[in-house]
Nanobody, 124 residues
Framework: QVQLVESGGGLVQAGGSLRLSCVASGGTFERYVRAWFRQAPGKEREFVATIYGSGGITNYADSVKDRFTASRDNAKNTVYLEMNSLKPEDTAVYFC?????????????????WGQGTQVTVSS
């Protein structure tokens, strides 16, 4: 049974940093596409970042480009999201996702597996 567990969320002031982690279990995830999404209250879940397979190619939403960095450690089945220069509009529940075959990586329905989410709150 595949499980994804996020951690690292919290409360931070604007301009601060946080590092999220997502550990996968119940399989071998080296070739899986891993992604981060977020969902603010009353809004749809939105794409944040994707990181591909063993090559580690990344892709980011325009709203977080140059501030967020996704990385992965395949030996630990873990992906990370380093978030710098945080803004109040980054406040959301952050979810990690994983999929073996992902055709439309910016769409939530492209991913088969999801974590439970971790809250990130940025105060002004």
């Amino acid at each position: 049974q595949v499980q994804l567990v996020e951690s690292g969320g919290g409360l931070v002031q604007a301009g601060g940093s946080l590092r999220l982690s997502c550990v996968a279990s119940g399989g071998t995830f080296e070739r899986y596409v891993r992604a981060w999404f977020r969902q603010a209250p009353g809004k749809e879940r939105e794409f944040v970042a994707t990181i591909y397979g063993s090559g580690g190619i990344t892709n980011y939403a325009d709203s977080v480009k140059d501030r967020f960095t996704a990385s992965r450690d395949n030996a630990k089945n873990t992906v990370y999201l380093e978030m710098n220069s945080l803004k109040p509009e980054d406040t959301a529940v952050y979810f990690c996702a994983a999929g073996r075959v992902v055709v439309t990586p910016r769409r939530p329905d492209a991913y088969a597996y999801w974590g439970q989410g971790t809250q990130v709150t940025v105060s002004s």
